[in-house]
């Protein structure tokens, strides 16, 4: 076995994720998407202005770039650092309050619609932290 | 109201399932080679520091099959105090060592833009020292 592979795999500090779960579950919806209701709200495109004070969809199309900010601290560090990213959406997206959509038109829980993953760790290349954003169709 | 598709994994730590290990003696891990950050290790075992006031590299990706250009981005950051670590124990005297969920602590919080909040997404890692772990000050 090469040396070097081999030192470097001993040297994984992974982050414990088990508390993922237990994060997710507290998202939880309080039931089945209000169809009915959600039918005949407005929907607002995001970065536009609802045209009334009443409740509305949001809709993030497909292509839409947002800003992501990543923001590092803690008293282990000895400054904070933060910078500013983006991140592209692949399909069309609508959210109302608990429940997300793809269609606009079949709904479910923001948490089902999407799976969030998170890994990390340490290795000789420094902290790696992954974050994974997937369908849960 | 909080976003249905914020979540915080709370109290992330360093290899936890090891707790209850007894950590190895000091003497031990004293015959051990130290390499220090961003020096790479060669064969065998070693005990490995990352020095205060050094950039360390942290890399972030965000991706996944909801996002058609996810993230990867690398930041930097310099750690307070100098950290050794040895599989799944750490020191911040290379002498003292504890299990390194209770000298480290990590906290990820991930917001992504939804109903409540159509900002910027928003990822914040916070690692800190956790105070009264029984190491050496």
Redesign the interface.
């Known amino acids: 076995m090469n ?2 592979g ?3 795999r ?2 994984k ?8 779960a237990g ?2 579950a ?2 939880t ?1 309080p039931g089945p998407a209000p169809d009915a209701t959600i039918a005949t709200l407005p929907v607002v495109q ?2 536009a202005t609802p045209s009334s004070d009443g409740d509305y ?2 809709f ?1 199309p ?2 839409f ?15 904070e ?1 933060r ?9 069309d ?1 609508y ?6 959509s793809h269609d606009g038109a079949t709904w479910k ?3 089902e619609l ?5 890994d ?1 760790g ?1 290795d ?12 849960g169709e | 109201m909080k976003s249905m598709l914020s979540l915080s994994i709370l109290s992330l730590s360093l290899l936890s399932g090891c707790a209850g290990m007894r950590p190895p003696s000091a003497d031990t891990l004293a015959t051990l080679p130290v390499v220090t950050y961003p020096e790479t290790p060669l064969a065998g075992d070693y005990v490995y520091r990352l020095p205060a006031g050094q950039p360390i590299e942290m890399r972030v990706l965000i991706d996944g099959s909801v996002l058609a250009g996810g993230v990867d981005q690398t930041v930097s950051a310099s750690l307070a105090r100098d950290l050794y670590l040895h599989r799944q124990w750490a020191s911040e005297d290379g002498r003292t060592w504890v299990a390194a969920e209770k000298l480290v602590g990590v906290n990820l919080d991930i917001a992504l833009p939804s109903y409540e909040m159509p900002g910027p997404g928003r990822i914040h890692l916070t690692v800190d020292r956790l105070v009264g772990s029984g190491t050496s000050q």
């Open positions: 040396g070097r081999e030192a470097a001993s040297l500090f992974r982050f414990a994720t088990a508390a993922l994060s997710l507290a998202c919806a995001v970065g969809v949001v993030f497909a292509g770039s947002f800003p992501v900010e990543l923001d590092a601290s803690g008293t282990l560090f000895a400054a650092t910078v500013e990213t983006r991140a592209t959406l692949a399909r997206l959210v109302y309050r608990y429940w997300a829980p923001s948490h999407l799976g969030v993953k998170f990390g340490l000789v290349k420094g902290l790696k932290v992954r974050i994974s954003v997937d369908d």
